[in-house]
């Protein structure tokens, strides 16, 4: 599992860095150490990198003239905060950013469970350590990757899980109820001095929610009857679907009002940034040309904004991802049973985006029966749409006049493509059909992917014709 953060030293050099800090609060203090909390921590650090110019929220693709000035701006002000926003809008992507704005380390008492600092010390076990060592308590230093905590709300979630709660074992040691020490912490005092996230804070019950509140608020946290006064140093963000959030009332109102800043998230407003999305994130095994990611791309806008989908739903940015990695899979497949060494994806392998994502998409009742038909139908405006702004304008005659002459061209997901070549045979300015489509070089992959969309579009266009049986599509005039 990935860490929610990337690490930016080695491992080796981390430990190498660790054993030159401070190991008691003596040497602590004479080091010049500054407390700092960590909603001022976050504020300094982010100030440091407006200044310089540095990307504040690595990997966050769309929102820079929208969603993180808001953001920031919240941040700033030291204030708690809701994300709202449709699956798939990178809600949860952006908030795991935030730990990049803590300090790299942090010292904390040694064997504290809720991360003391050892300057203002606040579970008992620490302050008596304190008073018992005094300058001689043992210090450990924790890394920010560590200072984050993530829970997703279920109904099943209790109190005990977030707060906390009696630990029998303790009290069978002899300890007694009202003994703060009895306690088991759970995932936010565990999170103290760090940031802690609750994403789809709606599905939470109610009476757990409640339990939210003086943790907000008081900065407290009351655990089976008595108040345990623990006064948490944490940055809490929640995340929430809007529809939850604003018509179904699941969120008391007493939490509303105690998150500091509400920032609504949105889908890629623009074509690039949902490529440069899918570039990022998708993992793939052949080479998927930009001319196919801008038809995905194109794909996942126009299902978005179909009148037959259920808009309150959304169209997760994983859609384009999952659709882009299927078309390489299939490129993948075919490069294996053909025994092409270098897997590059063609027109043929779009159609099996379509029952592929099926399942990611919420159709309208009305459209029950027609989910495949809808989405084949808007694949291929899509890719009409990218062959207009890539080949419209671009001469096709060499090799319109081939099918002038009688010929047709059999293509299909299980030809390979130097066999494709072979049946279009030599294409006049074939180079510059490539160069039209943003391809370098002519490798006999990439130039079968560009024919092939050629043909595609030219039927599209309706200049060429198009059977398809058994998986192979045979063009002729």
């Not at 798939?88 to 809720?114: F, H, M, N």
């Not at 608020?217 to 006064?229: K, M, P, S």
Request: glycine fraction near 8%.
């Amino acid at each position: 599992m990935r860490a929610p953060f990337g690490h930016l030293r080695s491992k080796r050099e981390a430990v190498r860095t660790l054993n030159t800090r401070p190991t008691t609060l003596r040497e602590l203090r004479a080091g010049g150490h500054v407390h700092r909390p960590v909603k001022d921590e976050i504020r300094h650090n982010l100030l440091t990198r407006l200044r310089s110019g540095e990307p504040r929220f690595p990997g966050i693709v769309g929102f820079d003239e929208t969603v993180l000035p808001h953001l920031e701006r919240a941040l700033l002000a030291g204030h708690d905060l809701v994300l709202l926003g449709e699956r798939g809008q990178g809600k949860s992507r952006l908030i795991r950013t935030l730990g990049g704005l803590l300090d790299e380390w942090t010292p904390v008492v040694e064997g504290c469970e809720i991360n003391d600092h050892p300057y203002q010390p606040v579970c008992v076990r620490c302050r008596r350590l304190l008073a018992e060592q005094g300058d001689d308590l043992p210090i450990a230093w924790k890394h920010r990757d560590d200072r984050y905590g993530e829970k997703l709300a279920t109904p099943d979630t209790s109190v005990g899980d977030l707060i906390g709660d009696i630990d029998p074992i303790k009290v069978a040691e002899g300890r007694t109820l009202g003994d703060p020490e009895t306690v088991h912490y759970g995932l936010v005092p565990r999170t103290n001095r760090g940031i802690f996230c609750v994403n789809e804070l709606p599905d939470l019950a109610e009476r757990i929610q409640v339990s939210l509140l003086n943790v907000l608020e008081e900065r407290d946290v009351q655990i089976r009857g008595y108040a345990l006064r623990l006064p948490l140093d944490v940055l809490l963000v929640a995340s929430a679907n809007p529809e939850d959030y604003t018509n179904r009332g699941r969120i008391i109102t007493p939490l509303k009002d105690r998150f500091g800043a509400e920032i609504r998230t949105h889908y890629p407003l623009e074509l690039d940034d949902e490529l440069v999305l899918i570039g990022q994130e998708a993992q793939v095994s052949a080479a998927v040309p930009i001319h196919l990611m801008e038809v995905i791309a194109r794909f996942t806008r126009l299902v978005r904004e179909s009148p037959a989908v259920d808009a309150r739903s959304g169209v997760s940015a994983r859609f384009a991802i999952a659709g882009t990695e299927t078309v390489a899979a299939s490129a993948t497949r075919r490069a294996a049973i053909v025994g092409e060494d270098q897997p590059v994806a063609r027109v043929c392998d779009l159609p099996a985006v379509v029952p592929t994502l099926l399942g990611k998409v919420e159709f309208e009742v009305s459209e029950e029966g027609r989910e495949e038909e809808v989405l084949a139908h808007l694949l291929r405006r899509a890719t009409s749409e990218t062959w207009r702004r890539t080949l419209g304008a671009a001469d096709l005659n060499g090799l319109l006049d081939r099918f002038d002459r009688g010929a047709t061209v059999d293509a299909g997901e299980l030809v390979p493509a130097a066999e494709l070549l072979h049946r279009i045979g030599p294409v006049p300015g074939l180079a510059k059909i490539l160069g039209s489509l943003g391809m370098e070089g002519e490798s006999p992959g990439h130039a079968a992917a560009a024919l092939e969309f050629a043909l595609e579009g030219l039927y599209l266009m309706r200049r060429l014709s198009k059977d398809i049986a058994d998986g192979t599509s045979t063009y002729r005039t």
